[in-house]
């Protein structure tokens, strides 16, 4: 009897499946890179961003709470081009987690594999405001880069988890795909509305406005960082009357205010606090939201 107890258990321990593979446990320094990470990581990774979708991602608190989360992390995805260089080091120290320091397999940085927009020449001193020497970092409100990010995450996962490179390279192909449809309805929608002229309140916007053709006729910081002065702010009106700008679009993590002051004196424009990351908003929750509701805000507002 305990010999037929014993094969029969011995039976069940391998017809039985196990808790399986454990699930990579990702860091993201942002929600857009959160969302991407879990379109081609789908169920095999664990994910969570150091940032929320209503804050800017330049001034987050490296917070022992943080330092905790990457201490068990397998991976840490960073935009890079200096957006996180004021505190991200901090966390990656504290954490004492050697797999995700720089040079290691378990550190990805997306700013590397793109051609970046705004790259200063010559030299850069603090009176240039925030310029980041490499370029602007808000790459992935393009959404052609997000594809171009996603294939190398795809390849990193893949990396650190070969047992299920085909599960993350199906769900690659089904991102891709799924995004360059979503392109061609977005360009589609906008390129109806003739040229678009609008005003923002900082340079989050820039890679979003050179994929769908948008002119960016003048920006309310004079410079990176720097709030608008008053001598800048008349600037801004001049040029927007001379162009016949109708929208001002503020991204959300900054006040409307001054944007609602130029909108008084310039005839017809509106003023729209838009999200630039996931979570911005409550209803997104994905990439795909973010560029649909950017598309939507300009095609409901021109």
């Known amino acids: 009897m305990i010999q037929s107890m014993s094969r029969l258990l011995l039976l069940s321990l391998i017809l039985v499946p196990g808790k399986g593979h454990a699930k990579l446990k990702v860091m993201t320094t942002t929600t857009n890179l959160k969302s991407l990470v879990e379109s081609v990581g789908g169920d095999q990774v664990e994910v969570e961003s150091f940032s929320r979708g209503t804050q800017d991602p330049h001034y987050i608190e490296a917070k022992p709470s943080y330092m905790l989360k990457a201490a068990k992390a397998d991976l840490l995805v960073s935009v890079g ?3 996180e260089v004021g505190w991200l080091p901090l966390i990656v120290r504290g ?8 040079g290691e397999k378990g550190h990805f940085v997306a700013g590397t ?3 970046t927009l705004e790259k200063p020449s010559g030299e850069i001193s603090r009176a240039d405001g925030d310029v980041h020497p490499e370029g602007n970092p808000h790459f992935l409100l393009d959404p052609e880069n997000a594809v171009i990010v996603g294939e190398k995450l795809r390849d990193k996962l893949v990396e650190l988890d070969v047992a299920h490179a085909e599960y993350y390279k199906t769900n690659f192909d089904s991102f891709s795909s799924k995004m360059q449809k979503h392109i061609k309805s977005w ?5 109806g509305k003739g040229e678009i002229r609008v005003i923002t309140y900082h340079k989050t916007l820039t890679y979003f406005f050179s994929r769908f053709g948008i002119k960016n006729i003048s920006i309310l ?14 600037d801004v009106m001049k040029k927007s009357k001379e162009a016949g700008v109708k929208l001002a679009l503020v991204e959300n993590y900054f006040d409307p205010t001054i944007a609602k002051r130029v909108a ?4 017809g424009m509106s003023v729209k606090v838009v999200p630039v990351s996931v979570g911005g908003e409550q209803e997104i929750s994905s990439l795909v939201d973010l560029y649909d509701r950017l ?7 021109i």
């Open 81 to 83: 081009l200096d957006l």
């Open 95 to 102: 954490s004492r987690n050697p797999k995700i320091r720089e």
């Open 113 to 115: 594999f793109i051609e």
């Open 187 to 191: 360009q589609k929608r906008l390129q």
């Open 221 to 234: 910081e004079p410079k990176p960082g720097i709030p608008p002065t008053a001598s800048h702010i008349l």
């Open 264 to 267: 008084k004196d310039v005839s």
């Open 295 to 301: 598309v939507g805000v300009i095609e409901d507002s």
